[in-house]
């Protein structure tokens, strides 16, 4: 198939995707933002100069995968070489897969899935046909930095794209990007987590930026309410019920987040209880698969006997449906008709968590709700209460960084905490 072929047989999954995914209303035709079309031709132009490091800093919910695709394509079909993308879970990469097959289906374009969920056959599989020259894409996790068999892979791309960079480790996976011959494509919405690396590899001063959001969907709806210092997760619950009730009725896809891996069997058979609809779980205890439990062997008496795949597929068929998770759904997750999320604890999360928690949502033409329970685990220092600002990952450690609060929730937060 030639190129224009390629491309038109894009354009028509494209719209096949948004009908079915309820991206565009019956009838509606889809069509890229003005700074998608900006992005996709800009990162280009800097691709063919030579450019080797590049920043697309793009809003949660701006279609940044849309021209990842289509940048990545255009690279593909223009040097005959592989692309990698890489994402920061496998959830993610997950997801990212079925987004890339979806719009490549009929095309000739191979995508595959390399991470821990991939049994190893599997992947060495894709990897020989990569290298030999008969997959286009390949997406992955962080383990192609880390695992030395996969370097070929990277220094052979003609283009290495890595998605939400602000959420990999930057000593034990960013490092491995140091020397790297192909060109790499940061993206992310909070890139200044990670500010001092990419400044360090030029990407800062390459940034290309997104603002327009592809639907006029109104602005999120956010609901910050305030309850006591350690609040048990029930009572929590309870106070965002109202709201959550509300996009039950409509038909909603909700996310309840938890602030720990525990506490997500006890909130889905809470919630399931209290409301009587489908409740998925997803955390990061969980295998990807039943054939990926069989593998864990030894580990598989501790894992949950829910999977990832299966949990996220009856989130997706249902509606209403709820989804209780950790924080891995701020990594990029996108359901369609997700129209709620409620955060538990939510001054445990950091500002740039709480922006792509909110993200999730509010990406179509429906109204949407975002529930922070706030004032249960607050820190505090003995003249300046402070909440968490950023959370990165270093050393396989998580890095938190605070800020002291305004004047008027100081008040309102030391009274919650006599």
């Known amino acids: 198939m030639d190129k224009n072929s390629i491309w038109q047989k894009i354009e028509e999954n494209v719209q096949r995707v948004a009908e079915q995914g309820e991206l565009v209303q019956p009838g509606q035709t889809f069509a890229l933002t003005r700074h998608q079309e900006y992005a996709i031709a800009e990162v280009g132009s800097r691709l063919t100069e030579g450019k080797d490091r590049i920043l697309l800093k793009a809003p949660t919910g701006s279609g940044k995968t849309e021209v990842s695709l289509r940048v990545a394509v255009q690279r593909a079909l223009d040097t005959g070489r592989h692309v990698v993308m890489l994402a920061p879970t496998r959830d993610l990469a997950r997801q990212q897969h079925m987004y890339f097959a979806d719009r490549l289906a009929g095309t000739g374009l191979e995508c595959v899935q390399m991470h821990a969920g991939i049994p190893p056959r599997d992947r060495q599989r894709s990897l020989d046909q990569l290298l030999a020259g008969n997959v286009s894409f390949a997406i992955g996790s962080a383990m192609l930095l880390q695992q030395r068999k996969y370097r070929s ?187 709620m999320v409620l955060v538990t604890d939510a001054d445990h999360f950091g500002e740039a968590e709480i922006e792509q928690l909110v993200g999730r949502v509010g990406r179509r033409e429906r109204e949407s709700d975002c529930v922070l329970i706030t004032g249960t685990t607050t820190s505090y220092t003995q003249n300046s209460p402070k909440i968490k600002q950023f959370t990165y990952i270093r050393n396989g450690k998580v890095i938190q960084s605070f800020k002291a609060l305004p004047p008027g929730r100081r008040r309102m937060d030391r009274r919650r905490a006599i």
């Open 153 to 339: 892979l990277l220094e052979t791309a003609s283009l290495v794209i890595v998605d939400d960079v602000n959420a990999f480790d930057e000593d034990e996976d960013l490092a491995h990007l140091r020397g790297l011959a192909a060109p790499v494509l940061f993206t992310s919405a909070t890139p200044e987590a990670v500010e001092r690396f990419l400044k360090r590899e030029g990407a800062w001063r390459e940034t290309v930026a997104m603002t327009d959001m592809p639907f006029d969907s109104p602005p999120t709806r956010r609901h910050e309410v305030p309850a006591s210092w350690n609040e048990n997760i029930f009572t929590q619950i309870d106070l965002g019920m109202e709201v959550l009730r509300r996009h039950i009725e409509s038909g909603s896809r909700i996310y309840v987040i938890s602030r720990t891996r525990a506490r997500v069997p006890i909130l889905a058979r809470y919630i399931e209880d209290r409301v009587g609809v489908p409740v998925s779980m997803l955390h990061g205890e969980m295998a990807d698969s039943l054939e990926h439990r069989r593998r864990s062997r030894g580990k598989s008496a501790d894992m949950p006997l829910e999977d990832r795949v299966s949990m996220m597929r009856q989130f997706r068929d249902n509606k209403p449906a709820i989804l209780v998770a950790t924080n891995l759904v701020g990594s990029g997750l996108d359901i369609p008709m997700a129209d």
